[in-house]
């Protein structure tokens, strides 16, 4: 026609008026559906792969002369009932927890730190609850130490017998 119209009196175009292209609007709905699909995939692979750590962000059990070294200490004798862990990435923390005699705690307490602070003294912090006797000790000038800082609680377990919660850090 000359008018640029057929006959049916509907203009010629590309392609027939109201038709629903279907490859695009599947092309859409599928793209939810995937992503779905893929993030249930990762989920599955994160459960059932290795969980061995990589990035030293957990526990992990050490001994305790190695613990009691990090802050230029060492182990002190008569130690019962000792578990000592390190937690290292950015920093790192070793801890250890040990029961030992009174009058032994005294004594390495002497040798090992002579300028701790006396319980109740200058420079004794406020104790977590329940322990007795509590100190931050700064020991970066100390030779033989790797932490920076000491921390020592004690709690009376009976009259023979403290409770020792060492803490040495390079926070």
Same mark, same amino acid.
């Given at each position: 026609? !000359? ?15 109201? =038709?629903? =292209?279907? @490859?695009?609007?599947? !092309?859409?709905?599928?793209?939810p !559906? ?8 990762l989920? &599955?692979?994160w459960?059932? %792969?290795d969980?061995?750590?990589?990035? #030293?962000? =957990? ?7 190695? &613990?009691?070294? $990090? #802050?230029g &200490? ?7 009932? !000792?578990?000592?862990?390190? *937690?290292?990435?950015?920093? %790192?923390n070793? /801890?250890?927890d $040990? =029961?030992?005699? +009174? ?6 307490l002497?040798? %090992? ?6 319980? #109740?003294?200058? #420079?004794? /912090? &406020?104790?977590? *609850? ?5 100190? *931050?000790?700064?020991?970066?000038? +100390?030779? @033989? ?11 009376n ?15």
């Amino acid at each position: 026609m !000359a008018n640029g119209r057929s006959e049916t009196g509907v203009s010629a175009g590309p392609g027939p008026r109201g =038709r629903t =292209r279907w @490859g695009l609007v599947a !092309a859409i709905l599928a793209l939810p !559906a995937l992503l779905v699909g893929g993030l249930l995939v990762l989920i &599955a692979v994160w459960l059932l %792969t290795d969980d061995e750590e990589v990035d #030293g962000t =957990r526990l992990e059990k050490v001994p305790c002369a190695e &613990a009691l070294a $990090f #802050g230029g &200490a060492e182990l002190p004798t008569g130690v019962e009932d !000792a578990e000592c862990t390190v *937690q290292s990435w950015l920093d %790192t923390n070793y /801890q250890a927890d $040990f =029961r030992m005699p +009174r009058a032994g705690f005294d004594a390495w307490l002497a040798d %090992t730190y002579p300028e701790a602070p006396s319980a #109740g003294g200058p #420079g004794a /912090q &406020a104790c977590v *609850q329940g322990a007795d006797y509590c100190f *931050q000790f700064d020991v970066t000038e +100390r030779p @033989g130490a790797e932490a920076y800082y000491v921390d020592v609680n004690v709690t009376n377990v009976n009259a023979e017998t403290v409770r020792v919660r060492y803490s040495a850090f390079t926070t």
